[in-house]
Structures are given as structure tokens and as C-alpha cells.
């Protein structure tokens, strides 16, 4: 494994945690590497493997893997701590399905693995990782035996890297179960990798609220893709629920509602959220619980305040909706945006509206997707619950 030098400015960040670098905190070139090569980098006062590719468009050139240690090659490394996940998965009781791989959080950047009832998608992102697909594809197997197996690679992400596109894997329908609730998501739907495991303990946390509080008659369930949250509210007590997206969702609800004994209970709207919310407002709708759950607004730190503008707006709208005592759920995937961040959007909507509210709860990612700290690259989902009075 060849050594690659930083510079002293790079070389201090990297002892201090910092993980990615660019072609610009390297000394000399590093054009003689073959993409994904695996170097050796050293920090102050100890050494870190990590993988270069002076070929990527949009993103780092190198990245750090972990602290150098007993093992030197590439693949052992990633197996060991491909099996250090899964062991650690492991522990939690009543994760079933989980992401096992969530990329350098997990010291393997670029590598996300999803576990269902029926198969294993993994998505790979990164030059260092790709060139043992094959490997962690056959290791999985040896884990997962009676689960199928399927590369899901996302091709936006691997053109940032100069990656080849290989035609996906064929899949049948998604089996998943969380929280004790089952979902099928047919193949010609499915987001991102699969599901939205990432908000779990959120959504359980809500369900236990909901118990212990007095019985509502009526929510909505705002981006819903399969309507996690909305099954959620209705085993916690809600009598009736609409679920909200602009995909094409109806079947994925429909038969989530029927799997799960709450038939009849839901009703599936396909519309751009805003705009439905408008209709609402101009037809006098009165909800006891609003759930929302938007995909990220910003991809990007430099577009955070366009992001929090949108928070917002969300939010303005959709507390006019509440009926008094009513309760507001916000939750946000988009990275950058705080606890406080989101909090004060709520806030400022409220305002506007000359509600007050009460903050119950709040939340942050569930036990599969580790993060270090909340300033952590990692940490991307925040859950806030409210009370909202007239």
C-alpha cells in the first residue's frame, strides 16, 4: 500500500477527526493512482488507510477508511468491518430489517447496505469500495443466506466518481417489516434504497405518545411514500388518516393498510403536497394530527437558507390545519439543518398564525444509522413533536 502525503494544514484536520480531502491538501500529485487505489496517510501522530481518486467531478479525492491497525489488506479490512456492522446491528432487539452499511459512518464511505425480509440491496458510491463488489456481494451472501442478494447502485452518485454504470440487479418487490408492521414496495416505486429506516424510533416514539394521550379522530400523513408514519398513528389511536404524496403510491398504501388490520381506515391522495395543503385551507379542513415528513430541501449547505424558507412555508400552511390542542409532528432529512434550525421554523410560523405551541418531544435517527456527534457529517434527521393551542 503506497504512502500519500498531506499537507501540514490537511495532516492536522485529519488527527482531528476530519475524513474527506480534496486534490488541493495533498503534497504533490496524485495522478499516478489508479482510482480507488488504497493508500497508507499519515496524521500527527499516527497513521490511517484510506482510498484516492483523482478522477472524481463532485465530491472528495481521498478518503479515510480508519486508523491503521492490524490488518494491511484492502479487502480484510472491509470485510472485518462489514461483520463489525453486522454484529453491532445485531444487539438492538426488534431490529429485523436495518441498514447494515451507512457509508463513513461506519468507516466504509460510499457503501450503503439495506436488509429486508427478502433481500439485501446495497448501493456503491466509491471507486475504493467498488472494486470488490463482487467480494462483499459473496460475503453477504455467507451472512444472509436465505436472502437474495441485488446491487441497487445509484448512477448519478457513481458518475461523480467516474464509476461504470452496470445494469442493476433485478429485483422482485421489497418485504419489509419495522416496528412490527409489514410493507410491500413494488418494484417500480421504490425511492432511494428501499425505505426510509432512518426515522424508526421516531415513528415508535410518536405510536407510544399517542397511547397515553386522549383519542384523536383525525390525521394526515404528509409525504407519505408507504405511509409509515400514518400506520404508526393509527395503531396509536387515530381513528382515521390520510396519506398525502405525489408519487404513485396508492397500491404500496393500500396494501400496507390491509396487511396490518387497519382497512378502511386510511384513504391514499395523490397530489403535490403544498398544493393540497392549499386546498384544504381554502375548504376549511380541521386535522387532529399532521405528521410531516418532507424529503431533504437542500442537497447543499450553500442553499440552507432556501431550505429553512421552505421549512417554513410547509409549516404555515399546515398548522392553519390543526384544530386547537391539535398535534404537529416536524421532521427534516436535510443536512445542515439543526434541532434549532428546525425548531425556530416552526416557531416562526406559529407566530405568523398567532398560535402558540409546546414542544413535547424531539428525536434524532434510530440505532442503525450511527453518527458521532451532532456535528457530524453522519447526523441528518431531526423529529420534533408539538401541541399547538388557538
Given at each position: 500500500m503506497k504512502k500519500l502525503l498531506l499537507s501540514k494544514d490537511a495532516t492536522k484536520r485529519l488527527s482531528h477527526g476530519k475524513h474527506d480531502f480534496y486534490l488541493r491538501d495533498f503534497e504533490g500529485s496524485v495522478r499516478s493512482f489508479q482510482p480507488g487505489e488504497w493508500v497508507e496517510v499519515e496524521g500527527t501522530n499516527e497513521s490511517f488507510h484510506g482510498f484516492v481518486n483523482s478522477f472524481v467531478t463532485s465530491g472528495p479525492n481521498l478518503r479515510i477508511v480508519g486508523k491503521k491497525g492490524s490488518l494491511s489488506d484492502p479487502l480484510e479490512i472491509l470485510l472485518a468491518k462489514i461483520q463489525f456492522c453486522y454484529d453491532h446491528r445485531k444487539q438492538f432487539i426488534g431490529y429485523d430489517n436495518y441498514r447494515l452499511c451507512f457509508g463513513e459512518a461506519d468507516g466504509l464511505p460510499g457503501l450503503i447496505i439495506d436488509t429486508f425480509e427478502n433481500c439485501i440491496l446495497m448501493q456503491i458510491n466509491t471507486a475504493g469500495?467498488?472494486?470488490?463488489?463482487?467480494?462483499?456481494?459473496?460475503?453477504?451472501?455467507?451472512?444472509?443466506?436465505?436472502?437474495?442478494?441485488?446491487?441497487?447502485?445509484?448512477?448519478?452518485?457513481?458518475?461523480?466518481?467516474?464509476?461504470?454504470?452496470?445494469?442493476?440487479?433485478?429485483?422482485?418487490?421489497?418485504?419489509?417489516?419495522?416496528?412490527?408492521?409489514?410493507?410491500?414496495?413494488?418494484?417500480?416505486?421504490?425511492?432511494?434504497?428501499?425505505?426510509?429506516?432512518?426515522?424508526?424510533?421516531?415513528?415508535?416514539?410518536?405510536?407510544?405518545?399517542?397511547?397515553?394521550?386522549?383519542?384523536?379522530?383525525?390525521?394526515?400523513?404528509?409525504?407519505?411514500?408507504?405511509?409509515?408514519?400514518?400506520?404508526?398513528?393509527?395503531?396509536?389511536?387515530?381513528?382515521?388518516?390520510?396519506?398525502?404524496?405525489?408519487?404513485?403510491?396508492?397500491?404500496?398504501?393500500?396494501?400496507?393498510?390491509?396487511?396490518?388490520?387497519?382497512?378502511?381506515?386510511?384513504?391514499?391522495?395523490?397530489?403535490?403536497?403544498?398544493?393540497?395543503?392549499?386546498?384544504?385551507?381554502?375548504?376549511?379542513?380541521?386535522?387532529?394530527?399532521?405528521?410531516?415528513?418532507?424529503?431533504?430541501?437542500?442537497?447543499?449547505?450553500?442553499?440552507?437558507?432556501?431550505?429553512?424558507?421552505?421549512?417554513?412555508?410547509?409549516?404555515?400552511?399546515?398548522?392553519?390545519?390543526?384544530?386547537?390542542?391539535?398535534?404537529?409532528?416536524?421532521?427534516?432529512?436535510?443536512?445542515?439543518?439543526?434541532?434549532e434550525d428546525l425548531d425556530q421554523t416552526v416557531n416562526k410560523a406559529a407566530k405568523r398564525l398567532n398560535k402558540n405551541i409546546m414542544l413535547l418531544d424531539t428525536g434524532v435517527q434510530g440505532w442503525d444509522h450511527p453518527f458521532k456527534s451532532f456535528k457530524s457529517n453522519s447526523f441528518y434527521i431531526k423529529y420534533l413533536l408539538y401541541q399547538v393551542y388557538e
Open positions: 469500495i467498488d472494486k470488490f463488489r463482487e467480494q462483499i456481494k459473496s460475503y453477504l451472501k455467507n451472512l444472509y443466506k436465505e436472502k437474495e442478494i441485488c446491487f441497487f447502485d445509484n448512477p448519478k452518485y457513481r458518475e461523480r466518481e467516474v464509476l461504470p454504470e452496470f445494469e442493476s440487479d433485478l429485483i422482485n418487490d421489497v418485504k419489509v417489516f419495522e416496528n412490527n408492521f409489514k410493507y410491500t414496495i413494488s418494484k417500480e416505486t421504490i425511492q432511494k434504497i428501499g425505505y426510509y429506516f432512518d426515522h424508526r424510533e421516531n415513528r415508535k416514539k410518536l405510536e407510544d405518545f399517542l397511547k397515553r394521550f386522549p383519542t384523536l379522530t383525525r390525521g394526515m400523513d404528509l409525504f407519505s411514500y408507504v405511509g409509515s408514519w400514518g400506520l404508526h398513528l393509527l395503531r396509536g389511536g387515530v381513528e382515521k388518516v390520510e396519506f398525502v404524496d405525489q408519487a404513485n403510491m396508492e397500491s404500496n398504501t393500500n396494501s400496507a393498510l390491509e396487511e396490518n388490520g387497519f382497512l378502511g381506515r386510511g384513504q391514499f391522495i395523490r397530489k403535490d403536497v403544498f398544493a393540497h395543503l392549499d386546498l384544504c385551507i381554502q375548504n376549511h379542513e380541521r386535522f387532529d394530527i399532521i405528521v410531516s415528513d418532507p424529503p431533504a430541501f437542500s442537497k447543499s449547505g450553500k442553499n440552507l437558507g432556501k431550505a429553512l424558507g421552505g421549512y417554513e412555508k410547509l409549516h404555515h400552511k399546515s398548522l392553519q390545519l390543526l384544530n386547537d390542542k391539535g398535534l404537529y409532528v416536524a421532521a427534516s432529512c436535510t443536512h445542515g439543518v439543526s434541532l
